[in-house]
Nanobody, 112 residues
Framework: QVQLVESGGGLVQPGGSLRLSCTVS????????MGWYRQAPGKQRELVAT???????DYLDSVKGRFTISRYNAKNILYLQMGSLKPEDTAVYYC??????WGQGTQVTVSS
């Protein structure tokens, strides 16, 4: 059983920053990919960023240069540092492990 718990969401003004965290527990291994998805109202879930155990990263084009994904393997924590936030970044953000396990999500709202 694997559990993922996200935190760090909230309301932020355009241009602001937030850092999301995801704590992973259970039968896990640091060798697997982790990442963040998001889903905005009325839209399909989309992959925002991924990171391998070796630190290789990949990003959705619209967040490149603004978001940074990182992981702290020793404590099974995943982060997403988000900067220069835009209203279109508003969504529920989900942490992912192995493309198989998901958290419950944390709401990010970018609005003035």
């Amino acid at each position: 059983q694997v559990q993922l718990v996200e935190s760090g969401g909230g309301l932020v003004q355009p241009g602001g920053s937030l850092r999301l965290s995801c704590t992973v527990s259970g039968s896990i291994s640091s060798i697997f990919v982790m990442g963040w998805y998001r889903q905005a109202p009325g839209k399909q879930r989309e992959l925002v960023a991924t990171i391998t155990s070796g630190g290789d990263t990949d990003y959705l084009d619209s967040v490149k240069g603004r978001f940074t994904i990182s992981r702290y393997n020793a404590k099974n924590i995943l982060y997403l540092q988000m900067g220069s936030l835009k209203p279109e970044d508003t969504a529920v953000y989900y942490c992912m492990y192995r493309y198989t396990y998901w958290g419950q999500g944390t709401q990010v709202t970018v609005s003035s």
